[in-house]
Antibody, heavy 118, light 110 residues
């Protein structure tokens, strides 16, 4: 079964850091680009960052550029999101999602909640 | 920045047809995708490449494209279809890896 499981969320103070992880199983992780997408409470989906299958190419939304870093370890079938200089507006559920090229984002993990508050 | 525009809400009675639109200047050049998100759950891919339906998605879900607008159509709506629906496409720059989501449409089954 293809599965993505996020972890690492929690409560952090403004200006703090957090590292999210996404563990992949049931497919050849190293063959797929991956993404992080977030959803603030009661709001819509916002694409955060993407990384190519080998890790050479990364892209980030302007809202997180310079603060968040996406990375992956294909040997560990894992995707990461290093979040620094966190702000209250970064409070959201963070999902990882597999990029099936032109076939869309599928599947998605169950999400991990990040709360930025003093 | 590039935006995809969806109506905030659509309401239909069971058995009727629901149509949810998504507008964006780059849609004639970029594929569109649709996701269904039920309350408290992660999003699920419903339509890809404008019109393709993944396995496991009921046949009553279909997608279409015309100019700068793409449409998700749900024929014979059922109570279980009540959810938020989001369109997605590549950023207008055309660079693969930059993505945009629409603001979402809440489908209410009356």
């Amino acid at each position: 079964e293809v599965q993505l499981v996020e972890s690492g969320g929690g409560l952090v103070k403004p200006g703090g850091s957090l590292r999210l992880s996404c563990a992949a199983s049931g497919f050849t992780f190293s063959s797929y680009s991956m993404n992080w997408v977030r959803q603030a409470p009661g709001k819509g989906l916002e694409w955060v960052s993407s990384i190519s299958y080998g890790g050479a190419n990364t892209y980030s939304a302007d809202s997180v550029k310079g603060r968040f870093t996406i990375s992956r370890d294909n040997a560990k079938n894992s995707l990461y999101l290093q979040m620094d200089s966190l702000r209250a507006e970064d409070t959201a559920v963070y999902y990882c999602a597999r990029d099936n090229q032109v076939a869309g984002f599928d599947p998605w993990g169950q999400g991990t909640l990040v709360t930025v508050s003093s | 920045s590039y935006e995809l525009t969806q109506p905030p809400s659509v309401s239909v009675s069971p058995g009727q047809t629901a149509r949810i639109t998504c507008s964006g200047d780059a849609l004639p050049k970029q594929y569109a995708y649709w996701y269904q998100q039920k309350a408290g759950q992660a999003p699920v891919l419903a339509i890809y490449k404008d019109t393709e339906r993944p396995s496991g998605i009921p046949e009553r879900f279909s997608g279409s494209s015309s100019g700068t607008t793409v449409t998700l159509t749900i024929s014979g709506v059922q109570a279980e279809d009540e959810a938020d629906y989001y369109c997605q496409s590549a950023d207008s720059s055309g660079t693969y890896g930059f993505w945009v989501f629409g603001g979402g449409t809440k489908l209410t089954v009356l």
